[in-house]
């Protein structure tokens, strides 16, 4: 009997509710960065850029002081100090104080204080104010000069006060000191900082944005920001001096009010032009920079090559054998992209990368029919920046030839259902391993011909997990995989050839059920045991095909019907959760479940599970220092000598598997 007296108590007493800003400073890198303050200053940067994109706010003042503080300031209209209806405490510290309150909720009732804004989750001030030692806020409203002062992460010091009158000033004054001890540096960086507030300069067209550097014993450094110029002037600037192939293409589109596909408003603005050599691209989503780019990029690209497609063809520039892919196109476009979204969704609360999957459409459809115009009206500047395309593409073909002719040596006839792909670049092709004919089917109708190859599986991959690489090849599906590949099986101690690779990803695509997982299993032992290496070196990824499809009927003009899809049960509650809070009745919303990846028509597969630029796949690979622990699990689940380990597995741990039977 094991005695449990000298363990840790778990009680009713054991569990702690984090309360107010506790869970930020328990937990500041779910909520911001933490290598340095600059994110946390930034929030307070962007909802200062936020009153002047509602067009309340002219001026931008940010000041770094020499006790390592920020103050920024705008002269917009002020937070509102009186008492939330509803919580009866004043608004500007239910702000700072409060997660998920903020005025930039409820966009389509028309009751947010923000038609666009890039706040989406209400934490941002109140984050700043929970890694803060102090934080002040002064407001200028009705009048009155108000204050509030919060300290130690977020406490109220003292309440809303006026302390004297303003006049007809508005505007807000938030003067930040960083708790060092929640950064890895507690500096905010200069160079980050400028590039941003230069870029709130560039999109907000009559925005003067200032920066003041207190020095110890001279004058404050100023600088100032104001491109009456806008995008171009931007994008000349990235440039560095370099010269276009042709006249930079600029312009902006949003949806009217009459718009049936899109809210009035979304749309976006741009600034774009071909280069020799490559030069730095920016695209923001309601002044929030996106770094690491997202849907709207996607969709400025897909829009660029079908105008400039469209052009080629029209004037037949396009060489015989050769034909133009989108990373031809854009492989030497440099751009500043602005878009206006109603309700963007980003990847995590830093707002790097932008995962509305509307975006590609959106920007799509309001930059090709533009360009496809400029194009025609500029038939000199087109034809410069159709023949770089036609270079780069020439060049690709060139590429993918030298790497044919190292494989021709050994020339393999491929399996007879394989739907190979058109390119021969490795960089960019795709296998997919499909579970059935019927799914592969729809597969071969739902795929991009020119990268996309489909080789269905019937039935289930022979465990390979105890079988002998030279007797591998019986199976008729792993010869076929083998071949199709290009690789021959190799052990872990190998250095195979991989030389003779044909595709760049491998992608299992099963039914997102029990008998899918069965078959995922079975390939990634054979990947594992037999093609190592190909794990090793990230070319192998499970597909995650939802499991459910949630129809919204359209909600008047404004708002077109939608078709959403859930990869399971949370997700489709959480989906279900926000169409509610947008207004929509649950007895509107249609639910739909995928049996299968043979129930999906073409469209719904390509969608949900084939295009890159809106799927969902996981890179497969094994932990650092985990090579021995993965291995003994293998042999657990799939040795045919473990049964008894693994019944024994079974009832231990059988109750923690999640199954959809």
Request: hydrophobic letters at 40%; aromatic letters at 6%; a negative charge.
């Amino acid at each position: 009997m094991v005695s449990v007296a000298n363990h840790q108590q778990y009680d009713e007493s054991s569990f702690r509710v984090l309360k107010g800003l506790e869970p930020v400073r328990e937990r500041p890198g779910m909520y911001t960065r933490t290598d340095t303050p600059a994110h946390i200053i930034q929030e307070v940067i962007d909802n200062a850029a936020d009153e002047a994109l509602a067009g309340f706010a002219k001026e931008i003042h940010v000041t770094l002081h020499l006790d390592g503080s920020v103050s920024v300031s705008d002269d917009g209209r002020g937070i509102p100090v009186g008492l939330h209806p509803e919580e009866g405490i004043p608004v500007v510290v239910l702000a700072f104080t409060r997660l998920h309150a903020g005025g930039k909720f409820d966009k389509r009732s028309g009751k947010s204080a923000y038609a666009f804004s890039g706040g989406l989750h209400g934490v941002g001030v109140s984050v700043t104010n929970a890694l803060s030692v102090r934080l002040e806020v002064e407001i200028r409203r009705d009048g009155k000069l108000w204050r509030a002062d919060f300290a130690n992460g977020g406490e109220v010091v003292s309440e809303p006060r006026a302390v004297g009158t303003c006049g007809r000033q508005t505007g807000t004054c938030i003067r930040v000191w960083p708790d060092a001890k929640y950064f890895d540096s507690p500096k905010v960086p200069m160079a980050e900082l400028e590039r941003l507030l230069r870029s709130k300069a560039v999109l907000l067209p009559g925005v003067r944005v200032h920066l003041d550097i207190e020095q110890m014993d001279a004058e404050p450094l100023h600088k100032s920001w104001r491109y009456p110029g806008g995008l171009p002037a931007y994008l000349t600037e990235l440039a560095g001096g370099q010269e276009p192939i042709a006249p930079i293409f600029a312009g902006e589109k949003y949806a009217a009010e009459n718009d049936s596909a899109f809210a009035p408003g979304e749309g976006a603005a741009w600034a774009l032009a071909w280069f020799e050599q490559t030069v730095p691209s920016e695209s923001y989503v309601n002044l929030i920079p996106t770094v690491s780019g997202g849907m709207h990029e996607s969709g400025l690209r897909m829009g660029l090559f079908e105008a400039l497609k469209s052009f080629i063809d029209h004037h037949a520039l396009l060489p015989r054998g050769v034909k133009l892919q989108q990373e031809d196109v854009c492989a030497r476009v440099g751009f500043v992209l602005s878009v206006r979204l109603l309700d963007p969704q980003f990847q995590g609360q830093v707002k790097e990368k932008l995962n509305s999957r509307e975006a590609v459409r959106l920007v799509s459809a309001q930059v090709r029919d533009p360009f496809e115009i400029w194009l025609n009206n500029h038939v000199e500047a087109g034809r410069a920046i159709a023949e770089l395309a036609i270079k780069q593409a020439l060049a690709r073909q060139r590429n993918a030839q030298k790497i044919e002719k190292k494989k021709s040596s050994a020339v393999v006839m491929l399996p007879g259902k394989l739907a190979d792909c058109e390119s021969d670049n490795i960089s960019e092709n795709e296998l997919f391993l499909v579970e059935g004919d019927s799914a592969g089917g729809s597969a071969k109708m739902a795929r991009n011909k020119e990268t996309q190859a489909i080789l269905p599986l019937r039935g289930k991959v022979q465990n390979a997990w105890e079988i002998d690489a030279d007797r591998l090849f019986a199976n008729a599906e792993i010869h076929d995989i083998s071949v199709a590949l290009g690789v021959d099986p190799h052990s872990p101690s190998d250095t195979p050839d991989l030389s003779g690779l044909r595709y760049g990803k491998v992608v299992i695509m099963s039914d997102a059920d029990v008998d899918g997982a069965h078959i995922q299993t079975l390939l990634l032992t054979l990947f594992f045991r037999h093609f190592p290496r190909l794990i090793d070196t990230g070319h192998i990824y499970i597909a995650q095909p939802p499991l459910y499809r949630i129809d919204v009927p359209a909600q008047g003009k404004k708002r077109p019907a939608r078709r959403l899809y859930a990869l399971d049960e949370g997700e489709l509650a959480a989906i279900c959760e926000r169409l509610t809070q947008e207004g929509i009745r649950k007895e509107n919303i249609e639910i739909g479940r995928f049996k299968g990846l043979g129930e999906m028509n073409p469209e719904q597969l390509r969608e949900t599970t084939m295009d890159p630029a809106t799927r969902r796949v996981l890179p497969v690979e094994v932990r650092d220092g985990a090579s021995d622990e993965t291995h003994n699990t293998f042999d657990l689940l799939m040795g045919k000598g473990e049964a008894a380990k693994r019944r024994a597995w079974m009832e231990a741990k059988g109750d923690t598997v999640e199954a959809d039977v």
